[in-house]
């Protein structure tokens, strides 16, 4: 079993940075993929980045590169996205989720635990 929670959420300005922090409990943290998605109210749940098992190999959807980074420290257990030049469409429940798997997949069914997850708000 795999818990997670996230923290870094809060409300800022269009234009402002947000960095997320996810922390995984568990010994083979190490071992797993980690991914971060979104739902804003009444939309399905969309993919945002994932990271491989070492952090060599990162994937974005299109709409978050350049301005999303993710990254990992399997010493701290804890994956991080640093969000910068937020727009109002980027508000949404943030969550992190754990793949059983090395590799990078953007479809969330293929995530095996989630996060609480955490708001993020961005005002005009």
């Known amino acids: 079993q795999v818990q997670l929670v996230e923290s870094g959420g809060g409300l800022v300005q269009a234009g402002g940075s947000l960095r997320l922090s996810c922390a995984a409990s568990?010994?083979?943290?190490?071992?797993?993929?980690m991914g971060w998605f979104r739902q804003a109210p009444g939309k399905e749940r969309e993919f945002v980045a994932a990271?491989?098992?070492?952090?060599?190999?990162?994937y974005y959807k299109d709409s978050m590169k350049g301005r999303f980074t993710i990254s990992r420290d399997n010493a701290k257990n804890t994956v991080y996205l640093q969000m910068n030049s937020l727009k109002p469409e980027d508000t949404a429940v943030y969550y992190c989720?754990?793949?059983?798997?090395?590799?990078?997949?953007?479809?969330?069914?293929?995530?095996?635990?989630w996060g609480q997850g955490t708001q993020v708000t961005v005002s005009s």
């Open positions: 568990g010994r083979t943290f190490s071992s797993y993929a």
């Open positions: 990271i491989n098992w070492s952090g060599g190999i990162t």
């Open positions: 989720a754990v793949r059983r798997g090395m590799d990078v997949t953007t479809t969330p069914s293929s995530y095996d635990y």
